[in-house]
């Protein structure tokens, strides 16, 4: 199974709104990823998980807050947000070690309007 | 800090060979990615080089010369099916973050 699943595929959410995104993946996977990516741009890198511990956060607001519950499981809790942060988020996973290519497998991502 | 740059659009037409051309700046280096991305779609791995020279999958191909911090993908026998974005990537010093390019548009005609 090479397969990232992401839930919603859709999410149109208010400012006063919480909200939270998730993603699954059974591929033994110990580094997981959460991307923010507009239209027509590069993937753009939030949080990064290794071994269920919090290992990059770029700088991101605190109105996203992630979580990764165990090895299989990674969250997205969404507070407060503003329509600049609608966007098609993905979620990615990846080998730790013993890959020399890193290679990351994707979601198919949940398209977040923010109204 | 890390750049990348790639041509943001190239056309071609179907069965003919095209390359798209990536440069980088890095302060370290872990080899070079090629992501593909369908409108719509979730990003998809097509290639990795760690060391120079080419590396072949298919139709697709990717070179890397470090001594000129470049490298390319190159599709051979263009299907329609090959317009997409296509990305280069790093991997940023001895971690997990992973630096894309701003995507290379292909437009594949009949």
């Known amino acids: 199974d090479t397969e990232v699943t992401q839930t919603p595929k859709h999410l149109v959410m208010g400012m006063t709104n919480k909200k939270s995104l998730k993603c699954e993946q059974h591929m033994g996977h110990r580094a997981m990823y959460w991307y923010k990516q507009k239209a027509k741009k590069p993937p753009e890198l939030m949080f990064v998980y290794s071994y269920e511990k919090l290992s990059i956060n770029e700088s991101v607001p605190s109105r996203f807050s992630p979580e990764c519950p165990n090895s299989s499981l990674l969250n997205l809790h969404l507070h407060a947000l503003q329509p600049e942060d609608s966007a098609l988020y993905l979620c990615?996973?990846?080998?730790?070690?013993?890959?020399?290519?890193?290679?990351?497998?994707f979601g198919p991502g949940t398209r977040l309007t923010v109204t | 800090g890390q750049s990348l740059e790639q041509p943001s659009e190239v056309t071609a037409v179907e069965g003919a060979i095209v390359q798209i051309n990536c440069t980088y700046q890095t302060s370290g280096f872990y080899g070079l990615s090629w992501y593909q991305q369908h409108d719509g779609g979730a990003p998809t791995f097509l290639s990795y080089?760690?060391?120079?020279g080419l590396e072949e999958t298919g139709r697709f191909s990717s070179f890397l010369s470090r001594s000129d911090s470049y490298g390319y993908l190159l599709l051979q026998e263009l299907q329609m099916k090959d317009s997409a974005s296509y990305f280069c990537?790093?991997?940023?010093?001895?971690?997990?973050?992973?630096?894309f390019g701003a995507g290379t548009r292909l437009f594949v005609k009949a």
């Open positions: 990615a996973s990846s080998q730790v070690r013993l890959a020399p290519s890193y290679e990351q497998y």
């Open positions: 990537a790093v991997r940023d010093t001895g971690g997990f973050k992973t630096i």
């Open positions: 080089n760690g060391l120079d």
